[in-house]
């Protein structure tokens, strides 16, 4: 059941280059939320007029965490957030990773600030006794979101090579793939090229991959229908399916890109 | 509390003077969780034909001051699937539903009133006249003086319900439309729907609309609407309704004095999905602090 | 450093494609002490008209969401006092003079263009067609393809100099008004004039401009003028100069690639007096970036 | 000359209800400026596109003063201006007070924050000799930019009664006027009833006034002829004066006002 609901800033701070960490105290939200939802951050201006939606990158007790990357006017807004600050937040949205138990091997694959998704699946596989693998990539290493992780395998990445190995996550996870023989899911979450990457393989490997997609959205609810993505379930191609309703979590057979 | 009713003509009373606008509100289920629909005096679907369409291909929407454009192609599930999935939710609902109307040719319009004309749910039709005209070079409806007569005729000979005919902007006269959509026997007018509007990637040089031009909307459009609803209010006699740019409780007034008997949230939808709530209680108390004791006195009260 | 010069045809080079809208800048005067008016790849002036006018009463202006409306009613100081007063300032410039001019009847907009055609300080006219029309009932000229056709006809039988002819959004078809402009032998057209806009004060239920409805402008209406910019730009060959809603370097950019050869700040100017500094400075960063040597490869290169 | 400048805020703070002064180093404007003339702040935000115009308080060294009431959305952007914030503003603006040295006495009558530009005017007076007469009204005592003033006479008046005599401040004055017979010069900032006010008993006593004027204004230069006023100094009262380039101070004689 999804809520309009005033939220309180508990904790909010930087922690890697550019990419912030807010911890929001939200009882209506954090307390039915599944890893993969996300949540609509609603503004006071209305020079920019679409909410921001975020993914749901944990839950403690009554909050949650936002992982979110300072890019634009929205977001530098929200790094201005103090503590003890009301901001009105709508959520849950979408639906989760399905990750119901199965022997497969649980792989998790992030780009920067995609991690934030993964972060929360993470901790729930965990809790269910699963220790997942975690590839993060990113640029360099002031922008991974977290250099360590107990509770994960975890594999780096950067394109500098300045922590981790140098060169694309994707290929780190191919090599590791082409070594197990067991069926893995893979739950990925990142920039657009490292999608079209994990689409080229969902079928020469023995996987299934979960995709965290991201849209632009006017309502994150289903009525305008602007956040649309091909749906290659039917045959002919041509149908759309909604980003924020139907998604933003899909299996990567089920739907298309452009070039 | 003051009265919030108003009285639209043909038995026809909402509860208050708040109604969603097409393509903004979905069919009304999905924002049940979080609203009591109840509340609008009424709501009007997206736009509704005959066949489901898919809509355009992405990217359908991109913000701009103030404001947003939007291409969805008038992407909808078909009448058939109308009926089967939205009817149970609909037909439950306390406050009036308008069932929006796009179509290609007129007979297409015109199937879609006939088979809907029997569900005794739907309070009336508003018909989305900015559709491309296929059998006149994909011209908009609602942009040619002669199209738009023949085609208002035709609709109100073949159904008896309320009808509300949406007027596009995008013209030189809007005033003259809206005298031809009474003469031809509408019970109501509503306007505007988006405004012409583009925006371009610098970078990729690519438009940021898949068909270029797409509709603006939002608080941007605001004064346009306004001046629009003032132009139309002297040519005719039937109801206005109001719609662009509005968000909040200020702005239904301001309609409302310029010539609105009846106003729709938009865009205010997605920047504030329950703006509703707190507008209705704006009409309470300025009601009261204006001593008027019926929200229906404000239509029309601009002084020139 | 990139070129940023543009050749908009008759010899007419401007040494960068920003010029500034009509009555926005006064007579350039205003600003000198805080701006280097040559900066600028031209300035229009302040619409002339044969006498003064004293203009509209109180209020002229409102602001809006991300925009402004204004009912000026294009007050000016007349012929007269514009060649005796303005002058000395105007002819000093090295960028173009372009003077605009409004009038009530064609043979006004004649009478103007007559007595300025022997001061060779001015590169060129533009025409503000957004003006009533007296002889056809307030009409504006820019409204009525006939009247539009006939005035512009006259106007190029009257003089050689460069002719711009400023459109007018609030039609419906754009595109048609401009073909009748070129096919008149107009040397350029430029776009959007303000768009009909009104706002009311709900406490006292006046209109927040005195004409009721005024004219909307700013960054809410960017999407509109792009959007114009993109409809007229395949039915003429003749250059378009962009106008409205233009307040950063981005936005112009946007502008050219829509198919604008040149542009003009109009309301951003009341929000950044100087705004000009800022987007030459990122013209020239974005060409290099983009490694182009002229800003004229930009024209048109939206890739649809 | 007017200058386009960074402003750096050296101060900010309440200083009555809702109104706040802040002192703004801006060398360039603050030594060419007269009071009675005005600056035009610029907001980064463009859903709100006009600069807003405020009466320069007071000059110490490389500062000016503002003194604003928080009514609407850019005075409370402006009561968030900390210490070292870089502002941009405009300045001077307009013309100032005209007051020259003359025999009659000189009168300050402000209504609420209608104070600020006189306060400027005051402390040039008194540094010229002149001890003028402030006479200064509110609704009630929070409200009043100050409640004593060493260098001038006081008057106070609030609807209240809550300080100084309860009623409108202009009957105080008119009660005055009645009393002294040398000739006097009234310099009036206020509320529209105010200057209507005295308007009508410009023409009864011995007086001149002088009034700023307060109009919407889109750019505060000249370049929009939005902010007119009606100039009765030729006969056909059907011309306008431009506020912010003609005024805002004007000879009361000289403008017209429609009821
Ligand atoms: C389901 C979903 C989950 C997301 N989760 C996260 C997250 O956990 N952490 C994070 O840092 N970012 C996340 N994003 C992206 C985030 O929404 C954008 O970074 C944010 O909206 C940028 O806003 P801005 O005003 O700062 O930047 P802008 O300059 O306005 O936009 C920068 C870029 O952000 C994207 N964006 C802008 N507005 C929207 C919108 N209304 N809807 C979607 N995308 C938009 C566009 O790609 C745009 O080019 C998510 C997006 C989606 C769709
Ligand atoms: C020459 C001049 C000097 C002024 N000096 C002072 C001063 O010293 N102290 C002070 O508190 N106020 C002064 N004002 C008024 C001040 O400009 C407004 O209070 C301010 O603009 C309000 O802005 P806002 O966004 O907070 O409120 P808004 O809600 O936007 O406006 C509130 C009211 O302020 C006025 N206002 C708004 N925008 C403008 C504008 N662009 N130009 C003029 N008036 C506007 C209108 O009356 C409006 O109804 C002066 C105005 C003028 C014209
Ligand atoms: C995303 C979106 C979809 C829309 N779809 C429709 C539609 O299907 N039929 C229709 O008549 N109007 C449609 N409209 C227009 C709105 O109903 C309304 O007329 C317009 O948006 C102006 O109002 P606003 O500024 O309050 O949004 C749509 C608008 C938006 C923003
Ligand atoms: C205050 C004001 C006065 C204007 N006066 C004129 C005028 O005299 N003649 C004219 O052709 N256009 C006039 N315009 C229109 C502008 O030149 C321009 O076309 C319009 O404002 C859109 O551009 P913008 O959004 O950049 O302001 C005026 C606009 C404003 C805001
Ligand atoms: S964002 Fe509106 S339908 Fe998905
Ligand atoms: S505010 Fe623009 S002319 Fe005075």
């Known amino acids: 059941m999804k809520c309009l609901s005033s939220g309180i800033v508990v904790d909010n701070r930087e922690i890697a280059e550019s990419i912030c960490k807010a911890v929001i105290s939200v009882p209506s939200i954090a307390n039915q939320c599944l890893p993969g939802q996300f949540v609509n951050i609603y503004f006071q201006d209305s020079i920019r007029i679409f909410p921001r939606p975020f993914s749901i990158a944990g839950v403690d007790n009554d909050s949650i965490h936002l992982v979110y990357k300072i890019i634009g006017p929205q977001t530098k807004v929200m790094n201005h957030w103090n503590t003890g600050d009301s901001i009105k937040i709508l959520g849950p949205l979408g639906n989760g990773f399905n990750c119901t138990a199965n022997k497969s091997e649980m792989i998790l694959l992030a780009g920067g600030v995609g991690a934030a998704p993964l972060m929360f699946l993470r901790d729930q596989l965990f809790q269910d006794g699963i220790k997942p693998v975690f590839f993060l990539g990113a640029r360099t290493k002031s922008q991974l979101p977290f250099l360590s992780d107990p509770r994960s395998r975890l594999m780096l990445s950067t394109d500098d090579g300045s922590i981790g190995s140098k060169g694309l996550i994707t290929d780190r996870l191919i090599e590791y793939l082409s070594k197990i023989n067991d069926p893995a899911t893979v739950f990925v979450c990142g920039p657009d090229p490292m999608i079209k990457t994990m689409k080229l393989i969902s079928f020469t490997e023995n996987i299934s991959v979960y995709v965290s997609l991201e849209k632009t959205m006017a309502c994150g609810l289903g009525l305008c229908q602007g956040c649309i993505v091909k749906n290659s379930s039917d045959n002919t191609g041509k149908h759309y399916s909604l980003v924020c309703k139907d998604g933003p979590v899909f299996n990567l057979n089920d739907v298309e890109f452009d070039e | ?304």
Chains 1, 4 share one sequence.
Not at chain 2, 30 to 56: A, C, H, M, W, Y
Not at chain 2, 229 to 243: A, H, L, Q, T, Y
């Open chain 2, 1 to 304: 509390m003051s009265d919030l009713s108003i009285y639209l003509g043909k038995d026809l009373v909402l509860s208050n003077p708040i109604l969603t606008a097409s393509g903004t509100f979905g069919y009304g289920d999905e924002l049940s969780e979080i609203l009591d629909i109840n509340q609008f005096g009424g709501i009007v679907t997206k736009s509704l034909s005959l066949e489901p369409r898919i809509g355009n291909p992405s990217p359908r929407i991109v913000e701009t001051a103030s404001g947003m454009i939007n291409s969805i192609g008038l992407a909808n599930i078909g009448l058939e699937a109308f009926l089967k999935q939205k009817k149970s939710f609909l037909s439950a609902l306390t406050c009036k539903v308008f069932v929006n109307i796009a179509a290609r040719t007129e007979e297409e319009y015109g199937t879609v009133i006939r088979k809907l004309d029997n569900e005794d749910w739907i309070a009336g039709y508003e018909i989305n006249v900015s559709c491309p005209n296929v059998k006149e070079g994909g011209i908009a409806f609602g942009t040619d003086p002669i199209v738009l007569n023949r085609l208002t005729g035709v609709l109100r000979k073949t159904s008896k319900r309320f009808l509300i005919v949406k007027l596009s902007p995008n013209v030189t006269d809007i005033a003259a439309m809206a005298k031809i959509v009474q003469d031809n026997g509408a019970d109501a007018v509503s306007l505007i729907n988006t405004v012409y509007g583009a925006a371009i990637d610098i970078y990729s040089r690519k438009p940021k609309i898949n068909t270029v031009i797409g509709g603006l909307s939002g608080p941007a459009i605001k004064p346009i609407a306004v001046a629009n609803v003032i132009k139309v209010r002297d040519s005719i006699k039937i109801p206005i309704i109001g719609i662009g740019g509005i968000s909040n409780g200020e702005d239904v007034i301001e309609f409302m004095l310029a010539g609105a008997s009846a106003v729709q949230l938009g865009t205010i939808n997605f920047m504030n999905p329950c703006a509703v709530n707190e507008i209705l209680e704006f009409l309470n108390t300025y009601l009261k602090q204006q001593k008027l004791t019926s929200v229906s006195d404000l239509i029309g009260r601009l002084e020139k």
